[in-house]
Protein backbone atom coordinates (compact mmCIF):
# COMPACT_ATOMS: atom_id res chain seq x y z
CA UNK A 1 0.00 0.00 0.00
CA UNK A 2 2.99 2.36 0.69
CA UNK A 3 4.41 1.28 -2.30
CA UNK A 4 1.30 2.52 -4.28
CA UNK A 5 0.61 5.87 -2.17
CA UNK A 6 4.08 6.64 -3.70
CA UNK A 7 3.84 6.29 -6.92
CA UNK A 8 0.67 8.64 -6.83
CA UNK A 9 2.43 10.90 -4.95
CA UNK A 10 5.07 11.12 -7.49
CA UNK A 11 3.17 11.21 -10.27
CA UNK A 12 0.80 13.31 -8.95
CA UNK A 13 4.00 16.17 -8.35
CA UNK A 14 5.34 15.68 -12.08
CA UNK A 15 1.33 16.34 -12.83
CA UNK A 16 1.30 19.52 -10.77
CA UNK A 17 4.43 21.09 -12.98
CA UNK A 18 1.62 22.08 -15.51
CA UNK A 19 -0.02 23.71 -12.83
CA UNK A 20 2.90 25.51 -11.98
CA UNK A 21 3.84 26.84 -15.25
CA UNK A 22 0.39 27.77 -15.55
CA UNK A 23 1.04 29.93 -12.07
CA UNK A 24 4.20 31.46 -13.18
CA UNK A 25 2.75 32.57 -16.42
CA UNK A 26 -0.12 34.28 -14.73
CA UNK A 27 1.99 35.90 -11.99
CA UNK A 28 5.02 36.94 -14.24
CA UNK A 29 3.86 36.63 -18.22
CA UNK A 30 5.57 34.46 -20.69
CA UNK A 31 9.13 33.60 -19.69
CA UNK A 32 12.11 34.01 -22.63
CA UNK A 33 12.11 31.29 -25.93
CA UNK A 34 15.72 30.19 -24.48
CA UNK A 35 14.41 29.37 -21.12
CA UNK A 36 11.44 27.57 -22.97
CA UNK A 37 14.07 25.94 -25.12
CA UNK A 38 16.36 24.93 -22.68
CA UNK A 39 13.28 23.49 -20.23
CA UNK A 40 11.93 20.93 -23.45
CA UNK A 41 14.93 20.00 -24.77
CA UNK A 42 16.17 19.20 -20.85
CA UNK A 43 13.17 17.22 -20.54
CA UNK A 44 14.05 15.56 -24.03
CA UNK A 45 17.70 14.83 -22.91
CA UNK A 46 16.39 13.26 -19.74
CA UNK A 47 13.83 11.44 -20.99
CA UNK A 48 16.51 9.58 -23.86
CA UNK A 49 19.00 8.53 -20.99
CA UNK A 50 15.86 7.36 -19.03
CA UNK A 51 14.71 5.18 -22.15
CA UNK A 52 18.45 4.12 -23.23
CA UNK A 53 19.60 3.14 -19.58
CA UNK A 54 16.41 2.11 -17.41
CA UNK A 55 13.79 1.25 -19.31
CA UNK A 56 14.85 -0.83 -22.17
CA UNK A 57 17.93 -2.89 -20.67
CA UNK A 58 15.90 -3.50 -17.69
CA UNK A 59 13.02 -4.43 -20.38
CA UNK A 60 15.23 -6.98 -22.01
CA UNK A 61 16.58 -8.40 -18.98
CA UNK A 62 12.88 -9.70 -16.70
CA UNK A 63 11.24 -10.49 -20.41
CA UNK A 64 11.38 -11.99 -23.75
CA UNK A 65 12.47 -10.29 -27.05
CA UNK A 66 8.78 -10.24 -28.70
CA UNK A 67 7.26 -8.51 -25.05
CA UNK A 68 10.05 -5.97 -25.79
CA UNK A 69 9.38 -5.16 -29.25
CA UNK A 70 5.49 -5.57 -29.11
CA UNK A 71 5.52 -3.12 -26.38
CA UNK A 72 8.09 -0.60 -27.67
CA UNK A 73 5.84 -0.44 -30.85
CA UNK A 74 2.58 -0.36 -29.46
CA UNK A 75 3.82 2.54 -27.13
CA UNK A 76 5.14 4.18 -30.50
CA UNK A 77 1.94 3.77 -32.13
CA UNK A 78 -0.51 5.07 -28.95
CA UNK A 79 1.40 8.51 -28.78
CA UNK A 80 0.84 8.38 -32.30
CA UNK A 81 -2.58 8.59 -31.87
CA UNK A 82 -2.86 11.21 -29.24
CA UNK A 83 -0.37 13.61 -31.56
CA UNK A 84 -3.12 12.45 -34.71
CA UNK A 85 -6.49 13.47 -32.46
CA UNK A 86 -4.82 16.49 -31.52
CA UNK A 87 -3.68 17.98 -35.21
CA UNK A 88 -6.76 16.45 -36.40
CA UNK A 89 -9.48 18.80 -33.96
CA UNK A 90 -7.39 21.63 -34.27
CA UNK A 91 -7.98 21.80 -38.17
CA UNK A 92 -11.62 23.56 -37.56
CA UNK A 93 -12.10 26.79 -39.09
CA UNK A 94 -10.91 30.04 -36.72
CA UNK A 95 -13.24 33.07 -36.14
CA UNK A 96 -12.37 35.93 -33.88
CA UNK A 97 -8.62 36.41 -32.60
CA UNK A 98 -9.91 35.61 -29.14
CA UNK A 99 -11.77 32.10 -30.18
CA UNK A 100 -8.27 31.63 -31.71
CA UNK A 101 -6.48 31.63 -28.88
CA UNK A 102 -8.87 30.14 -26.91
CA UNK A 103 -9.04 27.06 -28.94
CA UNK A 104 -5.52 27.14 -29.36
CA UNK A 105 -5.09 27.08 -25.49
CA UNK A 106 -7.65 24.47 -24.95
CA UNK A 107 -6.09 22.35 -27.63
CA UNK A 108 -3.07 22.65 -25.80
CA UNK A 109 -4.58 21.30 -22.39
CA UNK A 110 -6.03 18.55 -24.46
CA UNK A 111 -3.11 17.34 -25.50
CA UNK A 112 -1.48 17.37 -22.57
CA UNK A 113 -3.80 15.11 -20.77
CA UNK A 114 -3.66 12.53 -23.21
CA UNK A 115 -0.16 12.25 -23.25
CA UNK A 116 0.28 12.73 -19.52
CA UNK A 117 -1.25 9.53 -19.26
CA UNK A 118 1.48 7.23 -20.73
CA UNK A 119 4.06 9.22 -18.68
CA UNK A 120 2.05 8.33 -15.43
CA UNK A 121 2.15 4.85 -16.91
CA UNK A 122 6.01 5.20 -17.44
CA UNK A 123 6.30 6.35 -13.45
CA UNK A 124 4.44 3.58 -12.17
CA UNK A 125 5.93 0.76 -14.12
CA UNK A 126 9.41 2.03 -13.76
CA UNK A 127 8.87 2.60 -9.89
CA UNK A 128 7.81 -1.46 -9.84
CA UNK A 129 10.86 -2.39 -11.76
CA UNK A 130 13.76 -0.69 -9.63
CA UNK A 131 13.43 1.59 -6.90
CA UNK A 132 14.58 5.40 -7.98
CA UNK A 133 13.53 5.25 -11.46
CA UNK A 134 9.74 6.39 -11.51
CA UNK A 135 11.60 9.54 -9.64
CA UNK A 136 13.98 10.09 -12.53
CA UNK A 137 11.20 9.68 -14.56
CA UNK A 138 8.96 12.07 -12.81
CA UNK A 139 11.70 14.69 -12.93
CA UNK A 140 12.23 14.74 -16.66
CA UNK A 141 8.46 14.84 -17.18
CA UNK A 142 7.77 17.76 -14.68
CA UNK A 143 10.87 19.63 -16.83
CA UNK A 144 8.32 18.92 -19.64
CA UNK A 145 5.25 19.82 -18.05
CA UNK A 146 6.34 23.31 -16.32
CA UNK A 147 6.73 24.64 -20.47
CA UNK A 148 3.25 23.32 -21.13
CA UNK A 149 1.78 24.61 -18.56
CA UNK A 150 3.16 27.79 -19.90
CA UNK A 151 1.59 27.02 -23.58
CA UNK A 152 -1.71 26.61 -21.97
CA UNK A 153 -1.60 29.52 -20.37
CA UNK A 154 -0.18 32.31 -22.76
CA UNK A 155 -3.02 31.85 -25.42
CA UNK A 156 -6.01 31.55 -22.90
CA UNK A 157 -4.58 34.96 -20.64
CA UNK A 158 -4.29 36.63 -24.23
CA UNK A 159 -7.40 35.55 -25.10
CA UNK A 160 -8.59 37.47 -21.87
CA UNK A 161 -10.28 34.29 -19.90
CA UNK A 162 -10.43 34.45 -16.58
CA UNK A 163 -7.18 33.64 -14.06
CA UNK A 164 -8.82 31.24 -11.98
CA UNK A 165 -10.82 29.49 -14.96
CA UNK A 166 -7.25 28.77 -16.22
CA UNK A 167 -5.65 27.67 -13.27
CA UNK A 168 -8.39 25.28 -12.89
CA UNK A 169 -8.23 24.18 -16.14
CA UNK A 170 -4.71 23.52 -15.23
CA UNK A 171 -5.07 21.61 -12.16
CA UNK A 172 -7.45 19.31 -13.74
CA UNK A 173 -5.14 18.52 -15.89
CA UNK A 174 -2.59 18.07 -13.54
CA UNK A 175 -4.75 14.90 -12.45
CA UNK A 176 -4.49 12.91 -15.61
CA UNK A 177 -0.63 12.24 -14.90
CA UNK A 178 -1.85 10.03 -11.77
CA UNK A 179 -4.87 8.37 -13.48
CA UNK A 180 -2.20 7.03 -15.63
CA UNK A 181 -0.09 6.02 -12.92
CA UNK A 182 -3.34 4.03 -11.29
CA UNK A 183 -3.78 2.72 -14.64
CA UNK A 184 -0.55 1.36 -15.12
CA UNK A 185 -0.50 -0.06 -11.71
CA UNK A 186 -3.80 -1.86 -12.41
CA UNK A 187 -2.22 -2.65 -16.06
CA UNK A 188 0.66 -4.94 -14.45
CA UNK A 189 -1.83 -6.70 -11.58
CA UNK A 190 -4.47 -7.31 -14.40
CA UNK A 191 -1.97 -9.36 -16.72
CA UNK A 192 0.87 -11.89 -15.46
CA UNK A 193 4.56 -11.29 -16.69
CA UNK A 194 3.98 -8.11 -18.15
CA UNK A 195 6.54 -5.89 -16.34
CA UNK A 196 8.74 -6.57 -20.08
CA UNK A 197 5.74 -5.46 -21.87
CA UNK A 198 5.08 -1.99 -20.23
CA UNK A 199 8.40 -0.62 -19.67
CA UNK A 200 8.99 -1.25 -23.42
CA UNK A 201 5.43 0.49 -23.82
CA UNK A 202 6.41 3.12 -21.77
CA UNK A 203 9.93 3.56 -23.70
CA UNK A 204 8.53 3.76 -26.46
CA UNK A 205 5.60 6.46 -25.86
CA UNK A 206 8.07 8.32 -24.09
CA UNK A 207 10.51 8.40 -27.18
CA UNK A 208 8.50 9.27 -29.80
CA UNK A 209 6.91 12.23 -27.26
CA UNK A 210 10.42 13.59 -27.53
CA UNK A 211 11.58 13.14 -31.17
CA UNK A 212 8.03 14.39 -32.28
CA UNK A 213 7.38 17.03 -29.96
CA UNK A 214 9.97 18.14 -26.83
CA UNK A 215 12.98 18.45 -29.24
CA UNK A 216 11.30 20.11 -32.81
CA UNK A 217 9.70 22.59 -30.23
CA UNK A 218 12.56 23.63 -28.42
CA UNK A 219 15.09 23.83 -31.54
CA UNK A 220 11.85 26.46 -33.04
CA UNK A 221 12.38 28.49 -29.43
CA UNK A 222 16.12 28.29 -29.38
CA UNK A 223 18.41 25.94 -31.43
CA UNK A 224 21.39 26.59 -29.11
CA UNK A 225 19.97 26.50 -25.99
CA UNK A 226 17.86 23.51 -27.11
CA UNK A 227 21.06 21.77 -28.00
CA UNK A 228 22.64 22.80 -24.33
CA UNK A 229 19.75 21.59 -22.57
CA UNK A 230 19.67 18.35 -24.50
CA UNK A 231 23.12 17.51 -23.93
CA UNK A 232 22.74 18.72 -20.08
CA UNK A 233 19.42 16.48 -19.51
CA UNK A 234 21.34 13.27 -21.15
CA UNK A 235 24.29 13.09 -19.66
CA UNK A 236 23.51 14.50 -15.85
CA UNK A 237 20.45 11.68 -15.93
CA UNK A 238 22.48 9.09 -17.62
CA UNK A 239 25.22 9.29 -14.89
CA UNK A 240 22.50 9.16 -12.45
CA UNK A 241 20.42 6.66 -13.88
CA UNK A 242 23.75 4.40 -13.63
CA UNK A 243 24.76 5.08 -10.10
CA UNK A 244 21.55 3.87 -8.93
CA UNK A 245 21.49 0.73 -7.10
CA UNK A 246 20.29 -2.03 -9.22
Do not use: C
Not at 20 to 46: D, N, Q, W, Y
Not at 175 to 193: D, H, K, R, Y
Amino acid sequence: MNDILEIVWISMIAGLATTLGSLLVLMFGKPKERILASLLAGAGGVMLAVVSVDLLPEAWEVGPPHQVGLGFVLGLIFMYLADIRLNTTSNTLPLSRRQRLKRTGLLVATGIALHDIPEGMAIAVSQEAAPGLGFLIAFGITLHNLPEGMATTAPLKMAQIRWWKILLLNIGIAFFTPLGAIMGLIALESVQNSLAFFLAFAAGAMTLLVFAELMPLSRERHPRYALLGGTIGFIAFALISLMLPA
